[in-house]
Structure formats: structure tokens, C-alpha cells
């Protein structure tokens, strides 16, 4: 537990001031073939303050978390911004301010787990694997826990303490077409600590008998053919479009740094039935995966509604954005670990569910694709896009067909959206991602599925 | 504790009190002065200080491992008492085991402290130069960083081995717009012992600014063909890595690596020979320690096309029975060839200059696809117009083995020394 109240160091604060204090504790457990290859844990812990002077920032950290240290980092901070602004001439105009407080634990009330435990249940799931399905090549359960706990006190009035915890299974089984290996993964778990995540292994079963038999269709499977096709993107895939391929390029440091967004502030860059939103702590009625509160400017965290039926509305801003485009901040200012500054983050990026259902999409296409689980992904600030597909299957005459093995599908976003013909009415969460900004961070990805044309990559 | 040596022989020992039969730590400090450029503008100057501590121990065959930040005696006690509970709760595994008695070495390499006036002086003129050299090239962000790390390695072998190491580093991500044209994005990165010389002449930074200006107008491709690829030094890096992703220790360990039944077999073109050269004087930022307790040795991955070395640390090593690799790889040379880079270009019919490359994981099976970023069209020899919108596709196998030529350059990174390389049978589609 780290300390909450830092109030006592507002009087040391002598310009605009952020002081943090924070714990990141992970747990990492890997099993290869029912071995155990990594069981680790880790505590990181420290304060860091960030100091704006004049319109130029310094930042400082160190690993005590001591009166003394709390003070030195102030004042290297305060040294730092200094060093600038006795350099460099800047219009320091104000920063925004919606300061407030906020103290949130998801913390889980039950009793914890010992290592043996988390380390049986692993077992217990690498065992119905190897026992249940003889076709298995290889299998890795991979599980990594992680809890964020923060403290922080602004110049500007804002206070706040969150202990935000995430609990994530990886599950992969590899088989093997004509000598060659043949993988597929899925992922579990979500926000929380591991004992109000997973009640037990058995829960697991069914999803572990549908991952199988995904993978024996896929050894079976094809190289999709290549050039633009009518494909459905499932949840999963919306959802890191949604982030990486639109939300990126509307992050306001990205959109200073020449993102085409920048020129389309108010213009259709979407098909009408896309709405697309950067949740803050709630979506529909549930929390999100990666609640954000209060961000680490202290900035009161709000929903940012970027594009609403197909009309670019706005960009994601920290204070420092918001100032310069005459904007109001929403708590998209993030920080990963307590050495780290805060920067510009999507929280929990979805495309809103729209009335079609899902079976209906997947009829009304002749020929395409059913793209179901990405593997990775990247966008431009072109807002050109390329994710990586793991799992998909074959749409021929309204009817799903052979599945297909990993490909890349491409595109730019602002054109691909306007494709959009149909959004399903469901929603799914994928509360695994870790977006690379600059930092590691948790954030959550989601959406229903989408009905458009894209570009794939085949053979 | 009265120095840093100290505290970790007091890790080691907490460990042995503990109850752990076999034991290692790595204690590392490290301190690091980052100045920003953010936006077209210099924004943060950032020191960090920080602290790790990983702790390892093994009993009855049983591992486990612990990392905090901090080195208080108390934290050090608590974090050997969990290392002991962690390594009870796992299961037995012959493989475990640290690394053997070796000298004690200590190792010293790159400045001791930066100088913040040369740093800022350094990032004020590559403003300037870019903002007079190239208008419509937009700095989103630029990096220069120095950072200090010293480590020490201890275990219960008597191995003690420690490095100090210094190094500046430079990272600038730029787009060009012109109106409402813009390029993609592109970036760069070089690592440098000191800052003699002027930021626009480390690595190929200022050609790839002068090529960003270029891509605002970047045309698309519409067809299909197989044809070259003419990987650049900057992208080869992440080829190389692709190709050491099968010769780690997960695919190995699994079974599934393509090239598991390939030492001393032939997997690439004769021309390709590839090391990892942590101990290179040449590069700036390299290493003396393993992750896994040895001295860092150079090492040959794939010479004159024929696979030298997997990449297995002491327990991937154990676990496969093949060969530990001398070092934690990184730090690659690729030997130059004999063709100078304007023969390799006029030797093209049809392919492509790839400069990023923008792609998914490859399979299991290294099958691989993705987006040719910053990339030019090459016919009959010439370099005809950078491109946008194309992808390619391929094989790592047969990628390696239709190598075609590497040229005589290389370009000087300072983590890695590559030259541009020719590759045939690649796919390449557009829209």
C-alpha cells in the first residue's frame, strides 16, 4: 500500500505541479507443455513529480517513496522546467483546469491466493488440454496480473487515490498440417484481481473445447485470396481498428504531428452508422476494463465522443493540447509506470453497436470474410492501418466456409469507415490490450462487429 | 550498506539464509536525462532515477523469482523470504539451475554523466537545421536521452560479474504535410558515446527526413506481382529479429521453430552471414552481461548462409539439450557484401525498396505479410516513385534463402551495423 494523502507537499510546489506516488505489482506465471518456464513477481514503486514552467515541463523520479526523496524530486522537477524556460521562449499560457478528487479500490474483498494456488490452477487447465485433445503439438498458458495503485496531488487543486487491478490467461495450442505448425491463442480474464476474475479452472472448459476445435478448422484452413474483399470484422477486430487505426490519429500530440485528422475536424470521415467513443470509467451501464477516473494531471475523466454518426467531433487532449486547440481536457493524460510522464492515452476506445444482427451481416455478403481475432496492429498518421488476423473463416454465398490461416489485412481508416454498411447490435470488450505509445499501457478495446471492405493480405 | 556491491553479496546472502540451495541476483541502477521535443518545439527535460532488484532462487529443482526497487535491507529480507515461497509453490523442473563459476570480471564502457548544455545545444540545432532544411517536415516528437546503468550479477556459484555502461540516444518521429498531403510517419534511431557530431548526420536520419518531404506525394499501386525487395538498414533490424524469434527459447523449448533441426544446415543464401557482437567497440550501446549470468562472448548466428548458433538461454539450453548461445542477442552485424548499393538497385527488375515495414506477427510456420511504410517502386533498375498503400508477403524461409545480394555498406547505428540486402520471390500487391 502506498501513501495516499500528499497533501503536505503542496507548500513545496513553486510552479504548475504533479506529484505522484505509485506501485505497479505484477505476477507472472508461463507454462510450456505443462512445465513451468516463468514464475515471477515484481513491485515498482516510487514518486515522480512533473513541473510546467513558463510552458516548458520537467519531470523527475526516483524509487524512495521517503520525505526526502518526495522533496528532491520537486525540486529536480522544478530544476528541470527552469533549465528550459531560462532557454527557450514560449507563450506560457494557462493550463486548463477541472481539478476534483477521486478514491477508487477494486481491491477484491475475498482472501488471496497463495502462488501454489494460481500455480495449480494452471496446471489444472495445461492438464485438461493434454488430457482432452490428442492432437495437440505444443500448448502455453501464459497468465500476468497486474495492479496499478496511484497517488496524486495537483498544484490546482486536484487529489486522488486508484488501485486499478487486471487479470489476463493466455491460452495457446499449436497443431501441425504436413510438418508444419499451426497456433492459435485466446484470452481471458478482464479488470480485477485474480480471485474476482477466475472462479476455478473448470469454468474454463468450454472455451478451451471451442479454441480446440477452432484450431483443427484452421490446420484445415487456406490462404485467403488477396485484394479488397467485403469482410465482416468481429468485436475483437473493431475494437483494435477503433484504437489504433482512429484513435491514434486523433490524439492531439499526434494530430500536431501532422495526422491527417487534424484536416477533418467536423467532417464525415464515417460511414452514419459509425459512433465512436473514448469511455472513461463506464460504457452502457457496465465499468470498463481500464476505468479511468481522474487522469494523472488530475484532470476529472470524462467520455470523449470522437466521431458521432460519421462526423469527426474532436480530438483527445491533456492539458497542454486542450490549451492549444481551445479545447477542454476529458483525463486522457496517462502515465504507465511512476517514472513515466503523463502523455496522451485512449482509455476504453469502442465503435457503438448499431441494429443489425450479426448472422444477418454474415448472410447478406457473397464473397468475403469473416475476420474474427487480430494478432497485432499498427497505424500510420495517414490513418493507414495494418492488423494482423489470426482467426477468420471464408464467406461464400451468405454462409461461413473454410477457414483461413494468419494474414494481414490493411487499409486508411477514414476511407475504409465510410464502407461501413452494417454495425451488429452486440458488444464485446477486449480487455487485454497494452497500447506502445512511447509507454506500456493497459487500455480497453471494443465493439460490435462491422460489415466492410478491406484490403488482405494473402499469399 | 556501504556501496552498491554491497547490497547485492546482502541479496545473495538473504537468499542463502532463506533456504534456497542455488541462488543469483541482479541488482541494476540506472539514471537516465531525456530531453523532449515535442510537436516542432522543445518541451521536457526528464531525469529518472531508478533501482531494480531481481531476485532468483531454486530449490529441489523448483524456481522462482522476485524484482522490487528498492535495496533497504528489510525489503531485501522480505523479497528472499517470498523468493523461497515462490519456488516451494512451483513444480520441480531439472532444467532450473544458474550459471557456473566463472572469473570475477568487471567491464566498463561510454561516458559517465552527459553534458545537458551540449545535449540542448545538440537538439537546438537540429531544430533549426530542419526547420530551414525541410518546411513541410513536422518533428512530432524527438528524443535525446543519455543513461547510466551499472549492473552487478552475483550467485551462489561465486560468479560476480559488473558493467558500467553510458550512452547518448537519439529517436526523431517526423511526418511531412503539405496542405492536406501528408506522408506517413517515420522515425529513426542511433546510439553514440558522445555528441561530436551534429544530430542530422548520426545514421541515416537525414535521408529519411529529405524522403518523408518526398512522400506527401506518394502514389498507390494497383496489381500484383513477385518480384525483389530491397530491405533497407533501417528495416533489416526487424527482419533479423523475425528470423531470432524461431531460435529463442520459446519456440524452441515448444518444438515448433522451422529452423529447430537446422544447426549446421544451410537456411539462407551464402551471402548472409549475421553475428551478434555485444563486445563490438564500433557500437555505442552493446552489453557485457548475459541475462542469464555469463559474460556476454560475440557469436555467429548464420554464417555464409548456414545456421551457427540458436539463441537458448542456460535453461532453454538445458531444456533442449542444445548448445546456451554466448550472448543475449542483439547488437547484429550483418557482413557486407560486395555489391555497392547502386548495382543492387540497377540489378532490379521489378521490386521494391523496403524502408518500414509495417506487419503482423509472422506464424508459427514464418508466413509473413503486412504494409511496405515509406517505401519506394523499383522497375528496370531505377527507383521510380515512393508508394503508399502496397503490401507484401512472404516466407522468413524462403526469404532467407533467395537472398540476392548485400551491399557493401552499412550503416552505423550504434546498437547494430546493417547494410541494405536484396531479396527475390517476395509478393507484392496493391490495391
Redesign the interface.
Known amino acids: 500500500m502506498i501513501p495516499v494523502d500528499l497533501a503536505d507537499y503542496t507548500g513545496s510546489f513553486s510552479e504548475y505541479t504533479e506529484l505522484r506516488v505509485q506501485e505497479n505489482r505484477s505476477l507472472n506465471v508461463s507454462l ?2 505443462g ?12 514518486v ?1 513529480a512533473r513541473t510546467c514552467s513558463s510552458g ?9 517513496i521517503d520525505d526526502e526523496s518526495i522533496r528532491g524530486v520537486i525540486a ?2 522544478t530544476r ?2 527552469r ?2 524556460s531560462s ?2 521562449k ?1 507563450d506560457g499560457s494557462p493550463l486548463p483546469s477541472r481539478p476534483g478528487s477521486c478514491s477508487i479500490d477494486f481491491s477484491t474483498g475475498k482472501p488471496r491466493l ?3 494456488d494460481i ?1 495449480r490452477f494452471m ?1 489444472d487447465i495445461d492438464a485438461m488440454i493434454r488430457d482432452r485433445y490428442g492432437r495437440i ?2 500448448r ?1 498458458l501464459s497468465l500476468q496480473l497486474l495492479d496499478m495503485e496511484k497517488s496524486l496531488v495537483t498544484s490546482d487543486g486536484s487529489s486522488g487515490y486508484t488501485m486499478i487491478p487486471r487479470s489476463i490467461l493466455y491460452v495457446s495450442m ?1 497443431t501441425e498440417r504436413d510438418g ?4 492459435l491463442m485466446d484470452v481471458h480474464g478482464g479488470r480485477g484481481q485474480f480471485e474476482d476474475v477466475f472462479s476455478g479452472s473448470e469454468e474454463l472448459g468450454s472455451k478451451l473445447e471451442e479454441l480446440y476445435g477452432q484450431l483443427m478448422r484452421k490446420a484445415e484452413g487456406v490462404h485467403p485470396e ?3 474483399k467485403e469482410c465482416i470484422l468481429d468485436a475483437d477486430l473493431a475494437g483494435i481498428l477503433s484504437h489504433e487505426a482512429i484513435g491514434h490519429t486523433t490524439e492531439a ?2 494530430v ?5 485528422a487534424g ?1 477533418y475536424i467536423d467532417m464525415q470521415v464515417a460511414s452514419s452508422l459509425v459512433t465512436l467513443v473514448d469511455f472513461a470509467s463506464e460504457a452502457l451501464g457496465e465499468t470498463c476494463p481500464v476505468p479511468v477516473y481522474m487522469d494523472d494531471e488530475g484532470t476529472v475523466a470524462e467520455d470523449a465522443v470522437i466521431i458521432e454518426d460519421g462526423i469527426l467531433r474532436r480530438f483527445l487532449h491533456n492539458k497542454e493540447s486542450a490549451a492549444f486547440f481551445r479545447a477542454t481536457p476529458t483525463g486522457n493524460a496517462r502515465a504507465y509506470r511512476f ?1 513515466d ?1 503523463p502523455i496522451i492515452r485512449m482509455r476504453n476506445t469502442a465503435i457503438l453497436p448499431g441494429k443489425s444482427k450479426l448472422e444477418d451481416m454474415i448472410g447478406s455478403v457473397d464473397d468475403g470474410y469473416y475476420l474474427m481475432k487480430p ?2 496492429g ?1 497505424a ?3 490513418s ?1 492501418f ?5 482467426q477468420g473463416y471464408e464467406i461464400k454465398k451468405g454462409r461461413l466456409g473454410r477457414a483461413i ?4 489485412i ?3 481508416a477514414f476511407d475504409m469507415l465510410k464502407t461501413v454498411t452494417a454495425v451488429s447490435d452486440d458488444m464485446k470488450w477486449s480487455c487485454s490490450g497494452m497500447c506502445g505509445k ?1 509507454q506500456a499501457i493497459p487500455v480497453g478495446m471494443g465493439g460490435p462487429a462491422v460489415k466492410c471492405m478491406m ?1 488482405i ?3 | 550498506m556501504k556501496d552498491r556491491a554491497d547490497v547485492a553479496a546482502f541479496s545473495l546472502e538473504a537468499l542463502k539464509k532463506a533456504g534456497l540451495e542455488k541462488s543469483e541476483c541482479t541488482l541494476r541502477y540506472a539514471r537516465r536525462d531525456e530531453l523532449n521535443l515535442d510537436s516542432g518545439e522543445i518541451s521536457l527535460l526528464r531525469t529518472t532515477d531508478d533501482v531494480s532488484l531481481a531476485m532468483t532462487g531454486i530449490v529441489n529443482d523448483s524456481e522462482g523469482s522476485i524484482s522490487i526497487n528498492k535495496t533497504d535491507r528489510e525489503s531485501i529480507s522480505d523479497a528472499a523470504a517470498r523468493t523461497l515461497e515462490m519456488a516451494v509453490s512451483s513444480e520441480p523442473d531439472a532444467a532450473n539451475d544458474i550459471s557456473p563459476n566463472q572469473p570475477v570480471r568487471e567491464f566498463e564502457k561510454g561516458p559517465e554523466a552527459p553534458d545537458l548544455d551540449l545535449m540542448y545545444e545538440r537538439m537546438r540545432g537540429f531544430l533549426e537545421f530542419t526547420r530551414e532544411k525541410y518546411p513541410s517536415l513536422i518533428l512530432e516528437q524527438v528524443i535525446l536521452d543519455f543513461t547510466r546503468v551499472s549492473k552487478y550479477y552475483m550467485n551462489s556459484n561465486g560468479v560476480d560479474l559488473r558493467s558500467r555502461r553510458g550512452w547518448y540516444s537519439f529517436t526523431p518521429m517526423f511526418t511531412s504535410k503539405e496542405g492536406r498531403e501528408t506522408s506517413s510517419f517515420n522515425y529513426a534511431g542511433v546510439s553514440m558515446s558522445d555528441l561530436a557530431e551534429d544530430l542530422r548526420k548520426c545514421g541515416t536520419i537525414d535521408t529519411l527526413m529529405s524522403q518523408s518531404t518526398e512522400q506527401v506525394r506518394s502514389m498507390e499501386f494497383s496489381g500484383k506481382f513477385m518480384g525483389d525487395i530491397i530491405i533497407t538498414p533501417d528495416c533489416l533490424d526487424d527482419f533479423i529479429q523475425l528470423t531470432c524469434m524461431y531460435l529463442s527459447d520459446y519456440p524452441m523449448i515448444k518444438g515448433t521453430s522451422i529452423f529447430r533441426d537446422s544447426l549446421d544446415s544451410r537456411i539462407a543464401d551464402p551471402c548472409l552471414t549475421i553475428r551478434c557482437m555485444p563486445l563490438s567497440e564500433k557500437m555505442a550501446s552493446t552489453y557485457f552481461l548475459t541475462d542469464d549470468g555469463f559474460a556476454a562472448e560475440n557469436s555467429t548466428i548464420i554464417e555464409k548462409g548456414i545456421l551457427k548458433s540458436f539463441l537458448l538461454s542456460l535453461y532453454g539450453s538445458n531444456k533442449t539439450g542444445k548448445a546456451r548461445a554466448l550472448n543475449s542477442g542483439g547488437a547484429f552485424v550483418v557482413e557486407p557484401g560486395e555489391q555497392s548499393l547502386e548495382d543492387i538497385v540497377s540489378s532490379v527488375k521489378r521490386g521494391v525498396m523496403l524502408c518500414r515495414f509495417s506487419g503482423g506477427m509472422p506464424s508459427e510456420g514464418g508466413d509473413f505479410s503486412g504494409v511496405a511504410k515509406n517505401s519506394y517502386y523499383i522497375e528496370d533498375g531505377r527507383i521510380r516513385y515512393p508508394v503508399k498503400e502496397i503490401m507484401i508477403s512472404g516466407n522468413i524461409r524462403s526469404l532467407l534463402m533467395n537472398i540476392r545480394g548485400v551491399s557493401r555498406e552499412s550503416v552505423n547505428f550504434g546498437y547494430s551495423i546493417l547494410p541494405w540486402v536484396r531479396a527475390g520471390e517476395v509478393a507484392v500487391f496493391g490495391k
Do not use: C, H, Y
Request: glycine share 10%.
Open positions: 510450456v507443455n512445465d513451468v518456464m516463468s514464475n515471477s513477481v515484481s513491485t515498482v514503486s516510487g515522480s516548458f515541463w520537467g519531470f523527475a523520479s526516483s524509487p524512495l529536480a522537477s528541470n522546467s533549465f528550459l532557454r527557450e514560449r497463495s502462488q501454489k500455480i496446471k503439438a505444443s502455453t499449436s508444419e505448425p499451426v497456433q488477396t485484394g479488397i500530440d499526434i500536431r504531428g501532422g495526422s491527417v484536416d517514472s510522464e494478432s497485432n499498427q500510420d498518421s495517414t493507414e495494418m492488423f494482423g488476423v489470426v490461416r494468419d494474414t494481414t490493411s487499409g486508411v512511447k484490403n493480405g494473402g499469399k
